[in-house]
């Protein structure tokens, strides 16, 4: 089967498998969004008179027919074929003829597949956007039922202030409010259109790319054609440093986990379907989905720099090295995913000790509670800090074992009003149902 380049001369085998590389499968998760930007490309081939509307409409029918395929699981690239663009076009050409070779007209297989890439993560973002907003919701939820229950809180590894888990599950969720601003950062970048830059420099045929924009319902397009081919590479970097930041949260949150799950902790704990076991020890309940969930989020950190290093120091235009981003980013989304949903299922079943500063190892917790007591009746803070620290040292200390907290922020009022406000404000500052809207149009219509 001819390539879309071939020009009547034979290319060695093996060069050809290695410059193919991973696309034959990891283009299959492109194909809807491939053919989606077709069917947006044939209307402005048409609307431009480059195509007639019969071979419009017959094209599209065709285009519909594939994308339900491709939705499927269906769609499959044949082993001669490079690529999801080729493989369109093959079959438009089998069903149409001519008309079906006319697909190309004003594009490359450059800004088609920056196209379907940014189609592709738009979506996967939206589908990470909404699951980190489950995850922020849960989180609070927890924070507000184990409002009360205190934990030792820690610095250096030692025990430190008292500590609680309303405090403890909220903070996760700030944090996931905070990764909503990247995450909202990298929607905004790949949610402009690059169709209609072709090779890099543009087309001399009268393309529309304002009607491109609007029929696949990006908020913008990348303006200059050069950009549009550079842009590629760092347009994932971007991405993946969102990614990389609800990871890093995840991560944390694992970590601690893992740690309180421990006999030498013993804060939390999961039912016994939620944990694994030993091949030698009978006694063992391992955390081994917390411990993988540690891992993907670790990897995940560690992408925008494999990403990085990818398109260091190339210049201008195309280059083949940016076809293996795809090899990086796209496993990356998968697993966030997987973590993300992961992560819910174990919090969900999750179980809190409430007893746990009834332990004679945590007395020395309340020392700082005993300090401001003294401050409260007017010692200045260095004198109640010695005197207290001399009880201690002279074994007098016995503490009152209570917090009362009530700044905003504190285990007392770990602030979730404020931290649910803050996330919904910037939650709302993406829109995506505005592309799924014109998603839906495009292929119903």
């Given at each position: 089967?001819k390539?879309l ?18 696309d034959?499968?990891l283009?299959?998760e ?7 930007g ?5 209307a402005?081939?048409?609307?431009t008179?480059?195509?007639s ?6 094209l ?11 939705a499927?699981g269906?769609?499959?690239i044949d082993?001669?074929?490079e690529?999801?663009h ?18 190309h ?9 920056i196209?379907?890439?940014?189609l592709?993560?738009r979506?996967k973002?939206?589908i990470?956007?909404?699951?980190v ?19 030792p809180g ?10 609680s ?5 909220s ?14 950062s990298?929607?905004?970048v790949?949610?402009?259109n690059?169709?209609?830059?072709a090779?890099g ?10 009607m ?22 760092k ?14 949260t995840l991560?944390l949150l694992?970590?601690d ?18 944990t694994?076991?030993s ?13 993988l ?13 494999e990403?990085?290093m ?12 940016k ?23 174990l919090?969900g079943n999750i ?12 007395r ?8 401001n007591?003294?401050?409260k009746?007017?010692?200045?803070f260095?004198?109640?800090?010695r005197?207290v620290?001399?009880d201690i040292?002279?074994?007098k200390?016995v503490?009152?074992?209570?917090a009362?907290?009530t ?5 007392g009022?770990p602030?979730?009003?404020?931290i ?26």
């Open positions: 089967m390539k380049w071939d020009k009547n001369s034979s290319i060695n085998e093996f060069v050809e498998a290695f410059t193919a590389g991973n034959p499968v283009d299959l492109l194909a809807p969004w491939d053919i989606i077709s069917i947006a490309h044939v402005m081939l048409a609307e008179n480059l195509i509307v019969e071979e419009k409409d017959k599209i029918k065709e285009l519909k027919s594939l994308y339900r395929l491709a499927d269906k769609l499959i082993p001669a074929v690529d999801i080729s493989q369109v076009e093959n079959e438009l050409t089998k069903m149409l003829g001519d008309t079906g070779k006319k697909i007209t004003a594009r490359s297989r450059n800004d088609q597949i196209l379907d890439i940014r592709y993560a979506e973002l939206t990470i956007r909404e699951e907003l489950q995850l922020f919701n849960l989180l609070i939820q927890l924070s507000e039922k184990y409002h009360n229950i205190l934990m820690y610095t250096h590894f030692q025990v430190a202030m008292p500590s888990f309303g405090l403890w599950f903070s996760f969720a700030e944090s996931l409010a905070d990764d909503m601003i990247l995450l909202n990298a929607y905004r790949v949610n402009q690059p169709l209609g830059t090779a420099y543009g087309s001399s045929l009268p393309v529309n790319r304002e491109t924009t609007h029929l696949l319902g990006f908020d913008d397009m990348v303006y200059n054609s050069i950009y549009a081919q550079v842009g590629r590479g347009t994932e970097k971007m991405i993946s440093v969102a990614m990389a930041s609800v990871a890093s991560s694992a970590m986990a893992v740690l309180f799950m421990g006999q030498n902790f013993g804060f939390l704990s999961l039912p016994d379907a939620f694994t076991g091949s030698i020890m009978p006694h063992k309940k391992n955390p081994d989905a917390f411990e969930i540690r891992a993907y989020g670790n990897k995940i950190q560690a992408l925008p720099n990403i990085q990818i398109g260091t120091n190339l210049p201008s235009g195309y280059h083949r090295d076809q293996i981003l795809k090899e990086s980013l796209f496993p990356a989304f998968n697993s966030l995913q997987k973590c993300l949903r992961m992560t819910m299922l919090l179980k809190v000790n409430p007893n746990i500063l009834d332990d004679e190892r945590y020395y917790i309340f020392s700082v509670e005993e300090v007591e003294l401050v009746k007017g010692i200045p260095r004198e109640a800090y005197r620290a001399g040292e002279k074994g200390y503490p009152e074992r209570k009362t907290y700044h905003e922020g504190s285990i009022n602030g979730n009003p404020g649910r406000r803050k996330m919904e404000q910037i939650a709302a500052e993406i829109n995506p149902q505005i592309a799924t809207e014109a998603m839906n149009r495009l292929l119903t219509a």
